[in-house]
């Protein structure tokens, strides 16, 4: 039995990619290829399909990955600690991250590991992802959100929270004038983020208000709602941070001054339980060092 093959199979299905598993694997990716395709014959069962855009499981597949992953995972991680205890970090370290939180927070997180560890390298995927697909594929996955996570058997650490507001652009304002409350927010066009179907303030007498913002525009990534909210197409939920220079010079402003919004809360899940890897290691230290002040 060659156990390689049954390796790159497992490879191949967290990447999602032939590609980026030769790349990871450090092996010609018609050697991956092959591979697989001796696994499968050596099953008698078709365990992926591939097609020119994108590579999915088949039933037989996906229950065998589920068999092998988590024993992969565990090897990967004894023998990374294992090296790790003599050695740098080294090696790809694979990350996806909700694009404001990217473009905001982790640039010197990145930097500071970067200049630490010369033997790192970092693959940034600056992308919206399914948190449970991306997770296979990634060493730490960043995600955001407004409500308290569920129970979960995910390993999941609350690294940040960004402060937020609702803002428009003079003319909305105009239009409508200066809501007194979130209540007033009924009636005009609010921009959203998929997934989050409340708006919720606290007021300085320690009273919640909630919303259910209803508008022409829907999508998690927060430049189109910044654009959309400067055209005035309505009135949208950004972080505080990201709008500065845009309140600074009139081009928004902020509505509802005596009330708090709800903070979004930056998550990182991690892929297992078992022996974390010196690279991912080393990153969340800096994320703790730069982010949990």
Known sequence: MNWNDWYA??????????TRAAEQLDWPKSSVS??????????????MERSTRRLL??????????????LFERLDAVAAEAGDARDEPRGMLRIATPY????????????????RHPGLQIELDVRASDVEEATAQYDVVFFSSSEPLPDSQRVVRRVYSVARGVYAAPALLRRHGQ?????????????TTPGEAWWRFQHADGRTHELQPRGPLRTSNAALRLQAALAGHGAAMLAT?????????????????????????VYAQLPGRGLVPARTRVFMEAVERFLLT
């Open 34 to 47: 092959h591979a697989v395709a001796r696994l499968e014959q050596a099953l008698g069962a078709r365990l």
């Open 241 to 265: 941070s990201y709008c500065r220079r845009e309140v600074e010079s009139g081009a928004l402003v902020p509505l509802l001054p005596g009330f708090t919004a709800h903070a979004l809360r």
């Open 9 to 18: 199979f497992a490879v191949v299905a967290r990447c999602g990619s032939f």
């Open 100 to 115: 404001e939180f990217g473009a905001l927070q982790l640039g010197e997180v990145v930097n500071d590991v970067l200049a």
């Open 179 to 191: 809501p007194a409350d979130p209540q007033a927010l009924a009636g005009w066009p609010c921009l």
């Open 57 to 70: 499981l088949t039933e037989q597949g996906q229950r065998l990955l589920a068999q092998l992953g988590p």
